[in-house]
Nanobody, 122 residues
Framework: QVQLVESGGRLVQAGDSLRLSCAAS????????MGWFRQAPGKEREFVAA??????FYADSVKGRFTISRDNAKNMVYLQMNSLKVEDTAVYYC?????????????????WGQGTQVTVSS
């Protein structure tokens, strides 16, 4: 069992940077591929980024602007977001999945946090 708690979301201006954090509890955190997803108002939840032992990958919409990282010693996952745009406004969720590889599919993730709101104003 893994419990996830996101933090760091807030109101920022377009062009700003923001780092989201996800604190994980549970055994063998380092074994879990981790992902970030987001859900904008009126839209479905979408993939943002994922990290596992094999590396990282990103949605095209955030590639080059966002960076996912993890600190296994601290049981933490981070999402560094640079050059934020109004369209990045959403609730951001941290997720963990069993297995060895990350995924773009939210249905493959087993554990989810409660989300943190990021609002980007123009």
């Amino acid at each position: 069992q893994v419990q996830l708690v996101e933090s760091g979301g807030r109101l920022v201006q377009a062009g700003d940077s923001l780092r989201l954090s996800c604190a994980a509890s549970g055994r063998s955190f380092s074994d879990y591929p981790m992902g970030w997803f987001r859900q904008a108002p009126g839209k479905e939840r979408e993939f943002v980024a994922a990290i596992s032992w094999s590396g990282t990958f990103y949605a095209d919409s955030v590639k080059g602007r966002f960076t996912i990282s993890r600190d296994n010693a601290k049981n933490m996952v981070y999402l560094q977001m640079n050059s934020l745009k109004v369209e990045d406004t959403a609730v951001y969720y941290c997720a963990a999945k069993r297995g060895t590889l990350g995924s773009r599919r939210e249905g493959e993730y087993d554990y989810w946090g409660q989300g943190t709101q990021v609002t980007v104003s123009s």
